[in-house]
């Protein structure tokens, strides 16, 4: 990923993050906001709610953890 620093080793609720693909223990991160359609056909796509995603510094297979709270 270009314009990123090195990937790092990141903890999730206490947990070492490993990728499910390719075992490596390295991500880059980044937010994503989870649009929905009624969200976005009136404008609003910046309420939407928001994950963090680690994408795996070697085979780029991405995680997501939703950052909302109030998410059951």
């Known amino acids: 990923?270009?314009?990123q620093?090195?990937?790092a080793?990141?903890?999730?609720?206490?947990h070492r993050l490993t990728c499910p693909v390719c075992g490596q223990d390295r991500f880059w991160t980044r937010k994503t906001l989870m649009n929905t359609s009624a969200m976005t056909f009136f404008g609003f796509d910046w309420a939407d709610?928001?994950?963090d995603?680690?994408?795996?510094g070697n085979c780029g297979h991405v995680?997501?953890?939703l950052t909302d709270?109030?998410?059951p």
């Open 69 to 71: 709270k109030s998410v």
């Open 5 to 7: 620093p090195e990937p």
């Open 9 to 14: 080793e990141f903890e999730v609720k206490g």
């Open 1 to 3: 990923m270009p314009d």
């Open 63 to 65: 995680l997501w953890f």
């Open 49 to 51: 709610k928001k994950a």
């Open 53 to 56: 995603n680690y994408v795996c």
